[in-house]
């Protein structure tokens, strides 16, 4: 395993920075990172700061800074220090400058301004939570989007995901036993999609829940026949209604929405 020391530089809240360096980090199975997260870095007095971090804890940098005189600072003292300080908006900042023919406004944090989609995402997020596990289905029709699966098949955070990207989600469950809701079948607006898993990773995923929770698993939760049911009652129903389905065993999250967010397009 190789350790070593990950500076994240900011100007704003550090997400975007922090975004980029975990999707490439995560092609690295054998490196093993100490991450110093620096944000609302924008004048010389924060980024001695972080010099004296880097300093101490020499590693390589990435940094998202729009403001030239705080960036060259940095990516000075970086080369005094000898380690490696990347830039993880400029290239993309230089090649919009030259096709556009126009300078950015180099003001940091822009992408975080109060506007319309920010109370949209909000908006969305308060629907989620409004309307998770079966909850408030007497306005469904204001859905977006409306998850439908069995327990455990990831409905709460893919909603929780998409309410971050301004779609207002709902989910329901599918439980032996338990009806639907009937405005579920009468929905005309939203896309209903059905999610599953498959049955014996179902059975494992169900497991580490009662565990982490402490409770016994003498019960029908992780039984691998009932689940086996649950699982090919889902599959009848959706098929029944001709419900979109997403099998998830094998998918993040991220890729569960991005699925779904293509079938509304």
């Given at each position: 395993?190789?350790?070593?020391?990950?500076?994240?530089?900011?100007?704003?809240?550090?997400?975007?920075?922090?975004?980029?360096?975990?999707?490439?980090?995560?092609?690295?199975?054998?490196?093993?990172?100490?991450?110093h997260i620096w944000t609302l870095v924008r004048d010389k007095r924060q980024v001695?700061?972080?010099?004296?971090?880097?300093?101490?804890n020499p590693g390589i940098v990435l940094f998202t800074m729009v403001n030239a005189e705080i960036r060259t600072k940095l990516q000075a003292e970086c080369r005094r220090l000898k380690i490696p300080c990347v830039s993880v908006l400029q290239p993309v900042m230089a090649a919009l400058t030259s096709y556009l023919q126009t300078e950015g406004q180099a003001r940091p944090g822009r992408q975080h301004v109060l506007d319309s989609e920010y109370y949209e995402r909000i908006t969305a997020m308060d629907y989620a939570m409004t309307h998770d596990d079966?909850?408030?289905?007497?306005?469904l029709e204001a859905a977006d989007v409306?998850?439908?699966?069995?327990?455990?098949?990831?409905?709460?955070?893919?909603?929780?995901?998409?309410?971050?990207?301004?779609?207002k989600a709902a989910n329901i469950p599918i439980i032996l036993g338990v009806d639907l809701p009937n405005e579920l079948f009468a929905l005309k607006s939203p896309l209903i999609v059905g999610l599953t898993n498959d049955a014996r990773i179902l059975l494992q995923v169900r497991r580490n829940r009662l565990r982490m929770l402490n409770e016994n698993d003498d019960t029908d939760y992780v039984d691998p026949e009932i689940i086996a049911e649950e699982v090919n009652l889902a599959k009848r129903l959706f098929a029944q209604h001709s419900w979109p389905v997403i099998d998830i065993s094998r998918r993040s999250i991220e890729e569960t929405a991005a699925t779904i967010i293509k079938m509304r397009s």
């Open positions: 395993m190789k350790e070593f020391h990950l500076h994240l530089v900011s100007d704003a809240t550090g997400e975007t920075v922090q975004s980029v360096a975990r999707a490439c980090l995560v092609q690295f199975e054998a490196a093993q990172p100490t991450e001695e700061e972080v010099i004296q971090g880097l300093e101490q079966g909850q408030a289905v007497w306005n409306v998850l439908i699966g069995v327990s455990r098949t990831s409905k709460t955070p893919t909603c929780i995901y998409l309410a971050n990207r301004g779609i």
